[in-house]
């Protein structure tokens, strides 16, 4: 199981000025891959489908998302926070950060969901 503190790196943020969910998520997966030096394409896509998986909101305020890479070796939290709230999910709850954790694209459901539930743990 993955435990939170063995992230080496634990937050890098970005500042944004996205006006939706859709150009922020376009938005972090661009900072995000050149900051780490990962596939554009391929981070947006995995940050789209853990969207299409259901939206995390912890706080009431920050949409908790997360993308893989073959590039990425160990677990990174990437913290994006908004000028103004946009709407996020479905229920188009106010946002005004994402939290986007970074993990190796061998990672099971498994491992993810364990350190999803520290990081939720962490805010309540």
Same mark, same amino acid.
């Given at each position: 199981?993955?435990?939170?503190?063995?992230?080496r790196?634990p937050?890098?943020t970005?500042?944004?000025?996205?006006?939706?969910e859709?150009?922020?998520?376009?938005? @972090?997966?661009?900072?995000?891959a050149?900051r780490f030096? @990962?596939d554009t394409?391929t981070l947006k896509?995995?940050? *789209?489908?853990?969207?299409v998986q259901? +939206?995390?909101?912890?706080?009431?305020?920050?949409a908790l998302?997360?993308?893989?890479?073959?590039q990425i070796?160990?677990?990174?939290?990437?913290?994006?926070s908004?000028?103004?709230?946009i *709407?996020?999910?479905?229920?188009? +709850?106010?946002?005004?950060?994402?939290?986007?954790?970074l993990?190796p694209?061998?990672y099971s459901?498994?491992?993810? +969901?364990?350190l999803k539930d520290? *990081?939720?743990?962490e805010?309540?």
């Open positions: 199981m993955m435990r939170a503190e063995m992230i790196e937050v890098t970005f500042k944004l000025d996205s006006k939706d859709l150009s922020a998520i376009i938005d @972090l997966a661009q900072a995000i050149g030096k @990962l394409q896509s995995s940050i *789209l489908a853990s969207e259901g +939206t995390q909101i912890i706080a009431g305020h920050i998302t997360h993308g893989s890479d073959t070796k160990t677990p990174e939290i990437v913290q994006t908004f000028d103004t709230p *709407l996020w999910g479905s229920v188009a +709850t106010k946002v005004d950060q994402v939290l986007t954790v993990v694209s061998h459901d498994t491992d993810y +969901t364990a520290q *990081l939720i743990a805010f309540e």
